[in-house]
């Protein structure tokens, strides 16, 4: 596990930012297919097939895929795709902590909270 110092997490937000629009738009595609890939696929168990979007969908679960592993690479953890949250493991008083930001916020992560607690439980830097 990669840890992050602040200065580090931050000097990462401006292509972080980009790369979490891009995840958002590709999970909002997919979100709105996603009843129509459900019906394709019980209809192919029959014999039928076929999906109007179909290339769409595939595409959009392809590139979701391929910037979900373009963060992890990084050692960013994505926490939830339309929110565009993520979390940076660091460093803190001698144990893991998770730096947290989420699109919309600004320019500097300004939250951290301990591993088990998740989003509510976060606090201020």
Known sequence: ???FT???ANKLLPKVRLILLEI???????????????AAANSARLGGGGMEG???YVNSLYKLNELTRELDNLGIQIKDYSRGLIDFPAMRG???ILLCWQLGEGSEIEWWHDIEAGFTGRRRL
């Open 94 to 96: 001698g144990r893991v």
């Open 24 to 38: 958002r738009n590709c999970h909002a595609t997919t979100a709105s297919l996603r009843e129509t890939a459900r």
């Open 54 to 56: 179909g290339t769409t």
């Open 1 to 3: 596990m990669k840890f």
């Open 6 to 8: 602040i200065e580090e």
